[in-house]
Every structure is written in C-alpha cells, then in structure tokens.
C-alpha cells in the first residue's frame, strides 16, 4: 500500500564520497542548466502556445542524444538516428508560426534554448552519477 522506499538492511556500511576536481564542473554545470532550463521555459511559454511548448520539448530528447554523441563519444543505433531525424523534422515544423511566411517563432526558440539546457544537464548527471553508481539497490519497494 505504501510506496515510500525504505533503506535495505545490509551488513555492507555506505560511506559519503567527497566531490573531487574532477567531478566539481559537472555539478556547477547541472546546477546552472537546471536554474537556467525553467527560465527559458517560462519565457516561451509568455510567447507561444502550451500545446506547442508540450510538443517542442520532445526535441530534448534529440539534444541530449546528439550532445552525448559529439562529446560524450556514446554509440547511437541506426533506429535512433531515424528516431532523431523524425523528432528534429516535427520540431522544425512546430518551430514556424505561419508555413506561407516561414516567419520563425521566438518562444519556439526559448523551447529549444531550454531543451538544450536540460540535455547538457542530463550528460552532466550521468557523468557525475558514473562515479557513484555501484550497482548496489539501497531502496525496498513493497
């Protein structure tokens, strides 16, 4: 009935690591772009439409790919690049107000602007969280 997670027992004693050089610009970059994607997000949404703000924030899911790829050297799939192009192609089409001006929306921009914020912020977490991950559950769901 309860879904509160509860610390498992175990014999095995956690100890808190301490951030190194290493780790300190991720964690300034994850708390930057997580200050930073609201705001973008917020301003978009003073210029455009929620359903269109709804739709356009699948493109961080692009982003985030794209980012890992390029500088994260991570491997992506020839269904995830078909992914991509059809995700990027409904967001260019999303991203003009009129079709027969192709006149560019602003708060799309901002949408974008925020898309790319948390992308860069998801490739931070995972870099900081690869150092703390030791495939151990801590958590019992009952």
């Not at 095995?12 to 708390?31: A, C, D, I, N, R």
């Not at 192609?89 to 027969?100: A, G, T, V």
């Given at each position: 009935?309860?879904?509160l997670?509860?610390?498992?027992?175990?014999?095995?004693?956690?100890?808190?690591q301490?951030l190194?050089?290493?780790?300190?610009?991720?964690?300034?970059?994850?708390?930057?772009?997580d200050?930073a994607s609201?705001?973008?997000?917020?301003i978009?949404?003073?210029?455009t439409s929620a359903a269109?703000v709804?739709?356009?924030?699948n493109?961080?899911?692009?982003?985030?790919?794209?980012?890992?790829f390029?500088?994260?050297?991570?491997a992506i799939?020839?269904?995830l690049?078909?992914a991509?192009?059809?995700?990027?192609?409904?967001s260019i089409?999303?991203?003009?107000?009129?079709?027969?001006?192709f006149?560019?929306?602003?708060g799309?921009?901002f949408?974008?602007?925020a898309?790319?914020?948390?992308?860069?912020?998801?490739n931070c977490t995972?870099?900081?969280?690869?150092?703390?991950?030791?495939?151990?559950?801590i958590?019992?769901?009952?």
């Amino acid at each position: 009935m309860s879904f509160l997670g509860t610390r498992k027992k175990s014999k095995q004693s956690y100890t808190e690591q301490h951030l190194t050089k290493k780790e300190f610009p991720y964690v300034v970059g994850m708390v930057f772009l997580d200050v930073a994607s609201p705001i973008f997000l917020m301003i978009s949404l003073t210029m455009t439409s929620a359903a269109n703000v709804s739709l356009l924030n699948n493109f961080e899911i692009v982003a985030t790919t794209v980012i890992a790829f390029l500088i994260f050297k991570e491997a992506i799939s020839k269904q995830l690049c078909i992914a991509i192009g059809l995700i990027t192609l409904s967001s260019i089409i999303l991203s003009f107000e009129d079709l027969s001006s192709f006149s560019f929306s602003l708060g799309s921009l901002f949408v974008l602007l925020a898309c790319i914020c948390w992308s860069f912020e998801n490739n931070c977490t995972r870099m900081f969280s690869l150092t703390y991950y030791d495939g151990r559950c801590i958590f019992d769901f009952f």
